[in-house]
Structure formats: structure tokens, C-alpha cells
């Protein structure tokens, strides 16, 4: 089995920042893409930053500039730093990864349980 963990959310002030972190443990060979998602109450699951195994990454145009995401191949984690919260960014913030397990040909997303990221005006 594959495990994603999500932490570093918390209650911020507008102009302030946060990092989350996520952390894949269990049957993994190898990750390939991964990215941060967040989720309102009442709205649907959308992409904030993805990231390619190279490093590649890519934002949507509501973040760029104020986020920055990275991973560490090596210890199998990847993270969001947030700067410049607004109110607008409070959401629960999902990790999403692909992952090679062992004795499979084919990768498959795994999703951890999220986290609360709440800015306030």
C-alpha cells in the first residue's frame, strides 16, 4: 500500500506565509509526477502546483508568483511554500502523487487525506 501525508497547514494572516509538506511512504519504487490540489467547501478539487520528476513545474495563474513547489527525490517528499496568503487561498490542500509500486509496470495516483490552510483578512 501507499501512503501520502500532508502537513504544515494552519491558521495565517493575509500577507503571511505557510509550507506544507508531503510525505509518500509504503510499497514505492519510484514517483514520477506529483502536485498540490486544494478544495473549498462547495467547489471542486483544483490544481495549484504540479511537478514533473525532473523538477518541472507548473502553476495555476491564481498562485504564480506566490507559491513555489519542490520535491526531493531521494527521501520521496515534495512540498509547497506559500507566500502572500490571501483569504481566497483558504482551502483544504491535497498531495497527489503517481507512484510505481513494487512488482508493477504502471504507475497509479494515490491521494492523501489533505490539510487545512485558512487565511484570514
Known amino acids: 500500500q501507499v501512503q501520502l501525508v500532508e502537513s504544515g497547514g494552519g491558521l495565517v494572516q493575509a500577507g503571511g506565509s505557510l509550507r506544507l509538506s508531503c510525505a509518500a511512504s509504503g510499497s514505492i519504487v519510484r514517483l514520477n509526477a506529483m502536485g498540490w490540489y486544494r478544495q473549498a467547501p462547495g467547489k471542486q478539487r483544483e490544481m495549484v502546483a504540479v511537478i514533473t520528476r525532473g523538477g518541472s513545474a507548473n502553476y495555476a495563474d491564481s498562485v504564480k508568483g506566490r507559491f513555489t513547489i519542490s520535491r526531493d527525490n531521494a527521501k520521496n517528499t515534495m512540498a509547497l511554500q506559500m507566500n502572500s496568503l490571501k483569504p481566497e487561498d483558504t482551502a483544504v490542500y491535497y498531495c497527489?502523487?503517481?507512484?510505481?509500486?513494487?512488482?508493477?509496470?504502471?504507475?497509479?495516483?494515490?491521494w492523501g487525506q489533505g490539510t487545512q490552510v485558512t487565511v484570514s483578512s
Open positions: 497527489n502523487a503517481d507512484v510505481l509500486r513494487t512488482f508493477s509496470d504502471d504507475y497509479g495516483s494515490y
